[in-house]
């Protein structure tokens, strides 16, 4: 089984200041991961996906992540952050290979922009 | 495309009472999920489809839950008779395939039980 711990429950953040919120995994198996992004009173919207290959994955909204395999960790950063990019970030894990469908989600870290 | 449609957006019910929430996938996509959201335990998968058969459902609480997918379009979770500890938002998602494929998610269901 996986699991997924984001050691931040809240970040309060500067606007334009950089930003990590961070996630560690835990799994014996070779796994997926993935960054969504919850707005308030909506659906969660994927960020960014790691499969395989490049360990620095870019996505949307100007935001990436970097996948360290030995630290067991895939942090999410952004260089200079928004208002608009208050909202609630979930990390989650699951395991590689066809067929996988389960998704193992953090408990979320709150990002708050301040103007 | 309209994305993932979840009805109602909010219900407010009492103890004991049937509740059914029901959702649309896109088009197209063979895979859906019901999540559960709540401040306590997070984020959790209720039941998992592919192709409308339920694949897997170990995540629904117990009896009293029940989700159906009669068509690629539609699909329900029910749940009779709710209980308090019921509450939370119940997240509908879909997505081409299980595995790599992204999930979309709908705007949820908010369900208080009196």
């Known amino acids: 089984a996986q699991s997924v711990t984001q050691l931040d429950s809240q970040v309060p953040v500067f606007e334009e200041a950089p930003v990590e919120l961070r996630c560690n995994y835990s799994s014996s198996v070779s796994v997926y991961l993935f960054w969504y992004v919850q707005y308030p009173n909506q659906g969660l919207q994927l960020l960014l996906k790691?499969?395989?290959?490049?360990?620095l994955v870019k996505g949307i909204n100007g935001f990436e992540a970097e996948f360290n395999k030995s630290q067991t960790s895939f942090h999410l950063r952004k260089p200079s952050v928004h208002i608009s990019d208050t909202a609630e970030y979930f990390c989650a894990v699951s395991r590689s290979g066809a067929g996988s469908y389960q998704l193992t989600f953090g408990k979320g870290t709150k990002l708050s922009v301040i103007p | 495309d309209a994305g993932v449609i979840q009805s109602p957006r909010h219900e407010v019910t009492e103890m004991g009472q049937e509740v059914t929430l029901r959702c649309k996938p896109i088009?197209?996509?063979?895979?859906l999920f019901w999540y559960r959201q709540t401040m306590m335990r997070g984020l959790e998968l209720l039941i998992y489809f592919n192709n409308n058969v339920p694949i897997d459902d170990s995540g629904m609480p117990e009896d009293r839950f029940s989700a159906k997918m009669p068509n690629a379009s539609f699909s329900t979770l029910k749940i009779q008779p709710s209980e308090p500890r019921d509450s939370a938002v119940y997240f509908c998602?879909?997505?081409?395939?299980?595995?790599?494929?992204?999930?979309?998610f709908g705007p949820g269901t908010r369900l208080l039980v009196l």
């Open positions: 998602a879909s997505s081409l395939l299980a595995g790599v494929e992204t999930q979309y």
């Open positions: 088009s197209g996509h063979n895979s």
């Open positions: 790691y499969l395989s290959g490049s360990t």
